[in-house]
C-alpha cells in the first residue's frame, strides 16, 4: 500500500474514531485519536456557545498541534503507516462556524502561522452521512453534552467540509456512510481495505459500501 499517512475526516458522529481504531489495526499502523474530551470546555461551549467558542477553539488548536508534531518527531515516521481521526485544519473549519468574525480572523492568523509545521496525510477518509443519521449516531453513543445539537449546526459544519475539499487539492475517498457498520459488517471494512490498495489521482473519488 502507498498511503504512509492515512486520515479519516467526517462530521460529528459519522463514525471517525471507529474506522481509524479498526483500521489501524488490520493495517498494523500508529493510530492518533483526537482527546476531545480532555477539553475541559466542551461541556460548557455546548451549554454556552458564543462565550465558550474562543477557549474551546484555542484548546483544540494547541492540544491538536502538540500530538502532530509529537507524531512527526516519533522515531518511526518513515517505518510505519499512521491512522489518525482528523485533520490539522479541522479547528478552523469548526470555527469559521462556531467563532464571530473578528474572532475567526484572529484564530485564522495563529493558525496559518502554525500548520505549515505539519506534514499533510497522504489520502484522506472522508464519511459521509446525512444529518438524521448523525442525530441517530449522536444519540445511540448518548454523551450528555450532545444531545440537542441542532441539525442547522451539523449541516453547517457539513458544508464547511464540503466547500473546503472542494476548494484543495488532494487525494479524497468520498465514502457513502449512511449504512456503514465497521463494527459489524465486514465486507464495509473490506470496502475501504481495498480501496487502500489502489493508487487515486488528486480528487475527490466516490465509494459506495455493499448493503
Ligand atoms: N474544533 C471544534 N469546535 C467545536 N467542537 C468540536 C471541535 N472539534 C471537535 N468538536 C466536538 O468534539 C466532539 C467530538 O468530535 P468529533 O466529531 O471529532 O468526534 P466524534 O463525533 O466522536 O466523531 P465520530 O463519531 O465520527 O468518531 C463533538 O461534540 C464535536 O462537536
Not at 480532555?38 to 460548557?44: A, E, G, H, I, R
Amino acid at each position: 500500500m502507498n498511503y504512509r499517512f492515512i486520515t479519516i475526516e467526517g462530521n460529528i458522529g459519522a463514525g471517525k474514531t471507529t474506522l481509524a481504531k479498526i483500521l489501524s489495526e488490520r493495517l498494523n499502523a500508529r493510530l492518533v485519536l483526537e482527546g476531545f474530551e480532555d477539553n475541559p470546555f466542551l461541556p460548557k461551549f455546548y451549554k454556552q456557545p458564543e462565550q465558550y467558542a474562543f477557549p474551546l477553539e484555542l484548546f483544540f488548536m494547541a492540544e491538536r498541534f502538540r500530538q502532530l508534531k509529537e507524531m512527526l518527531s516519533g522515531p518511526d515516521l518513515f517505518q510505519s503507516i499512521t491512522v489518525s481521526d482528523y485533520l490539522f485544519v479541522k479547528c478552523l473549519l469548526f470555527s469559521k462556524v462556531t467563532l464571530q468574525e473578528e474572532e475567526y480572523k484572529l484564530y485564522q492568523r495563529i493558525f496559518d502561522i502554525i500548520h505549515q509545521q505539519l506534514i499533510f496525510p497522504d489520502i484522506l477518509i472522508y464519511l459521509h452521512a446525512p444529518v438524521h443519521v448523525l442525530q441517530a449516531n449522536i444519540k445511540k453513543r448518548d454523551r450528555a453534552y450532545e444531545q440537542k445539537i441542532p441539525d442547522e449546526y451539523l449541516l453547517q459544519i457539513q458544508e464547511t467540509y464540503l466547500s473546503y475539499m472542494q476548494q484543495h487539492n488532494m487525494k479524497i475517498l468520498f465514502v457513502d456512510a449512511s449504512n456503514a457498520d465497521f463494527l459489524s459488517n465486514e465486507s464495509h471494512v473490506q470496502t475501504i481495505l481495498e480501496a487502500l490498495e489502489k493508487e487515486y489521482d488528486i480528487g475527490k473519488h466516490y465509494l459506495a459500501l455493499p448493503e
